[in-house]
């Protein structure tokens, strides 16, 4: 599978998920200021990607820094510090940051393979658990083609490669157990309608489009057998965020008595944190909101309340999936899904 975020001579390339589905582009980014300009735009986007993203980023630093085989590490953990910024809540981004910078004393070097490691890395834990996952909810669920539903984009674009619940989805289609996938649009940037839904096509899943608050209609009419979605953080607790909309969906899938599980790498959790109240929820621009396509449909002055993500309790989640098992509120990877 093409890999969405890559090194090359020297630079960063990504794809520019603001022009899909319109145009398949790629970015190429060789200064961390570009760096998180495309990660606070959402041209990069994923608690995945913008990890590994943020990694190379802090080796773009680190090269940029050096001078006669010496690296100013003082300007390159200011430059990490930054970039571990752009977006405060989903924890991939500060610990993939975190873990290039303790490679500075071996030089740019050392910085640029970590951050290649877990390039490498995130593509194949993000399979582990995406298969963690559908075999979870082929124990759930039985093997009879299932109606899914999920929410944002959770796919290969959020990810290196494959994703994570919409990875999951992928292996129970190819298996012959989807009969169909709800997603909601995600407003306000769209996500489910321009990532989501081009994902699915490229695959060949029979999916249907749904306006974000119609995902827990279609639970409470019995059209949907489980839920799955992704994760921007997961506390010690088992409270998970994730884009705005999670919430509302966990509720209803739980008055449903439907299926709710997380498929997220362990990159994602944060056992520093005891609950959901302890999380950043970024806070996006007003513009988001009362601008749809450029075309302004709010009257002047309407305030707005934009955060990027909700928090859903630890017992409205059924199960948080890593590439190593279930994970649990003890702070443990107690068994394996399978």
């Known amino acids: 599978m093409t890999r969405s975020i890559a090194w090359q001579d020297g630079a960063i390339e990504a794809v520019d998920q603001c022009a899909l589905p319109h145009e398949y582009r790629m970015l190429r980014l060789s ?4 760096v998180i300009d495309a990660i606070q735009r959402l041209a990069i986007r994923g608690a995945p990607a913008i990890g590994v993203a943020g990694a190379l980023a802090v080796a773009l630093s680190a090269r940029a820094h050096t001078r006669d ?3 100013d590490e003082l300007a390159v953990r200011s430059e990490a510090r930054r970039i ?7 924890v991939n981004l500060s610990w993939a940051v975190r873990r290039v910078v303790d490679k500075l004393g071996g030089g740019a070097d050392a910085v640029l393979a970590e951050a290649s490691a877990i390039l490498v890395e995130d593509e194949d834990r993000n399979r582990a658990a995406a298969g963690e996952a ?5 124990r759930l669920c039985g093997p009879e083609p299932l109606r899914l539903l999920t929410h944002c984009n959770t796919g290969r674009l959020a990810t290196v490669a494959w994703g994570t619940a919409l990875g999951a989805i992928r292996l129970l289609a190819g298996e012959g157990h989807v009969s169909e996938v709800l997603f909601g649009e995600t407003r306000p940037l769209l996500q489910g309608a321009r990532l989501t839904a081009w994902e699915l096509a490229e695959a060949g899943i029979p999916h249907r489009m749904l306006v974000d608050s119609a995902g827990p209609a279609a639970l409470a009419a019995g059209m949907v057998d489980c839920v799955l979605v992704g994760a921007d953080r997961v506390c010690a607790n088992g409270d998970v965020a994730n884009k705005i909309g999670t919430y509302s969906l966990a509720l209803a899938a739980a008055r449903a ?3 709710f ?5 362990e990159s994602t959790l944060d056992t520093t944190l005891r609950s959901g109240a302890d999380i950043v929820i970024e806070e996006r621009s007003a513009a988001e909101v009362t601008a749809f396509g450029g075309v302004e449909v709010a009257p002047p002055g309407t305030g707005v309340f934009n955060p990027a993500f909700d928090v859903t309790p630890a017992e409205l989640v059924t199960a948080v999936v890593t590439e190593s098992g279930l ?3 003890s702070g443990t990877i107690e068994e394996r899904a399978s």
């Open 257 to 259: 008595g439907v299926p």
């Open 69 to 71: 085989g010496v690296c």
């Open 84 to 90: 571990a910024d752009a977006r405060p809540t989903a």
């Open 31 to 34: 200064t961390v200021d570009e």
């Open 327 to 329: 994970f649990r509120p």
């Open 261 to 265: 599980v997380v498929v997220a790498p």
């Open 134 to 138: 559908a075999n979870l909810v082929r």
